[in-house]
């Protein structure tokens, strides 16, 4: 039966092929639209580490108090660490899991002479920032914990870097030269860089076109003055001078992660924060109350607006279009049904159950729901191939066409089309038999 | 025309009716918030930096090796006097940050050394007496810095700021009166104060965050070179015409004075043009989508009109032959049809203006953009009232055509 109502409805599609065009241009385009700006949107506004965001966490100390806040409005306490509450919370270890970390942009001396030095961008981090974020390596792997203690001059680099240098090859155990000091390749990064750069929104904004590239333990690069790339916040001037005046200072410049697997980790971690908060309280440092945060990753993107707000109010506006397509498309769906009145009069005298209506004319809109969903698809595709012109690189670049993203293009356009057909089709199903007959 | 029997029409085709109108208030909706979020933008894009942007361009040095910052420092002046004595340079300046750069330094601005609520924000430019004649920047009161008065400043090791020179935004932020000139203002974070020695024309601030709007034109000029952190901006003024040869001479010079640095293969050297470009990249990228949405969307209102006039046409040739035959004149036909669209789209247009300023609301409340201004549901209303009734006109048309005898023929 349903063979016989697809034939029916594509004879019927045939014989106005004006609006039937119409139709699935509309589809088309709506979906297109709504598919492209929510690739964009899943790109920017997805979880970069669905099987963990739950377990990172970002603490936050309230080392300026109201005064650092000249007088905003929120009561927010600065989004990054000075160095010595940095260094303090790793010594006490109470995470599973932790690793401090600030950016850095080291030059680099490529072992072949005749290329010249390049800048490169990283982060001097704490060994356990490799598992903790559970980060792939191609060859070898992090450094270990007495490394961190012994400031060794290892180093990880990405994939990227190691095909530049090395072409390619497995580099674990070569020196390569960071600011003029030779560095032992520890591990090369397996392809891994995450959008957002979810471990240091602070410092690189999340999405950025800068790559990383080298990865230092964070007590050599402080020992070795490589100074910090990323941003630093003052409330006051640092008392002493350069690199070591900005540690001995309040400014705030370090970002900080850990991972708790239990609710009750998390619990006894916002303790421990609370009580290193009073215990600098008592000696004198703060004379303001606790105001501590400690967020997961996905509540801690959301407080940094990674997510471009542009993005979200284009995909309103794209779905904003969908609709009208859809409200249009009903329009026209109507009118094609109901001057099919006569026809489906003597379907209806003839024995057809009114089930029977629903299922023919609902066939009928799936069928241009499908047109419409084909050429949505490659609308998508040449929408997604083309954010490059409308959106930042660093945005544009992220947008792609998966399967996924295929198959759901697919299923709105039908989805839709069909809810659209909804009413004209019940109206058509309502057609009195008797009445059509007569009037011929 | 009479109005009454369109209206009696109109309830035998309810649904249409409803669809039709509700599709034009939808759109009317849409395209007035677009329209207006591409407004926005482009007063955003047309806002003057105060900088002088033809013939100029910025050259970014990252320092290669890791050098001491009394050497950094020596090497900037020695570039800059390079710089200057090129045929094809016509000033140079180096500086922490520019207009439209998007990153920089800005500091709380106070008029009292323990004010705990600050006064203002501000972007911090370290200059020298080369900067506002490099940028093309008029200084409007007071005077410039000497040479004598630039020092060497790392980010982290603070001096008070004796002599600043600040744009007049600010100075009309902190002197309401007009009388900034000689007065003294804490900006750096020492408690040291800073005299106002000078006044510049408009000049905009690095900060290019929406949020950062109402300090957009606050800057600063201090008289410090910038050292210690890996990297130099070279602002540089091309003399009339030269842009491509400076462009092409000031690298090589640079590299001939030494050799340790790297520039950036993508954004190491860019004109004003490419700058001002890159920092206004995204609301192009929006007002265009909003743009593309726009059209579409009126597109497919308009052929959504033309086909179910079309229908109805078609459905009401014998009604129209019957009026025909009793004397309506082709004129009766196409303003029924016309009127009948107009009556829809005024219907359509009611409820729009209530949806787009809903809308508008919203986005307030989420996205902070601003009110919807009135003229933009005025001008969004004109549009799709002319363009139902172009679209409504090819089949009013087509009906007005039907012919008398229609009214004989049985369907």
Redesign the interface.
Known sequence: MLGYYIDLAVRSLKRSP??TM?MV??IG??VA?SMT?YSVFRAVSGDPIPWKSSKLFVPQIDVWG??GR??GSDNEPPEAMDYNDAVALMRAHRAKYQSAMYHI?P?V?PPDRGM????VGGHAVYSEFFPMLDVPFQYGSGWSASDDTQSAAVVVISSKLNQKLFGGANSVGKTLDI??KDYRIAGVLDNWAPKPVFFDVVNTGGFT?DFEDVFVPFRRAIDV?M?N?GN?N?????K????V??QQ?T?VWIAYMVELDEKADVAAYKDYLDGYYREQKEAGRFSWPVNNRLRDLPAWLKVEHVA???T???L???L??L???L??T???L???FL?RSSEIGVRRALGAPRTAIYTQFLTEAGIVGTAGGLLGLLLTWVGVKSVT????KEIATLARMDFSLLILTLIVAVIATVLAGL?PTW?ASRVQPALQLK?? | MQIKPILAAMRRHKAGTILIGFQIALTLAIVCNALFIIHERIARVSRPSGVTESNLFVITSDWADNSSNNNIDAQIKADLAALRQLGSVQDATALNSFPLHGAGWDNYVRMKPDQIHMTTDSAVYLADDHTLGTLGVKLIAGRNFTPDEVQSLTIQDMKGWPAVIVSKDLAKVLFPNGDALGKEIYASNNNTPSTIVGITDTLQSHMMDSDDNAYAYNAILVPMREVGTGYVHYLIRARPGQLAAAMRDVPKTLIAQSRMRIFDPDDGEMTFAQVRAKAYERDYGMAILMGIVSVVLLAITAAGIVGLTSFWVGQRRRQIGIRRALGATRNDILSYFMTENMLIGMGGIVVGTLLAIGINLWMVTQYGVTRLSGMYLLVGAVVLLLLGQGAVLAPALRASRVPPVEATRSV
């Open positions: 004006g609006l119409l241009l509309a385009f709506g639209a700006t109201p005064k000249q007088g942009s030059s001396i010249h030095p390049i800048n600011e003029g076109t003055g100074t790339d630093t003052c409330d006051e001037m640092p002493g001078s350069g690199f005046g900005l200072s400014c471009p707000s542009d979200q109010v284009s309103v506006v794209a904003g279009l609709i009208v397509c409200v249009n009903a329009g026209l109507l009118a094609k001057r012109w409308v959106l930042p009413y109206r009037s011929n």
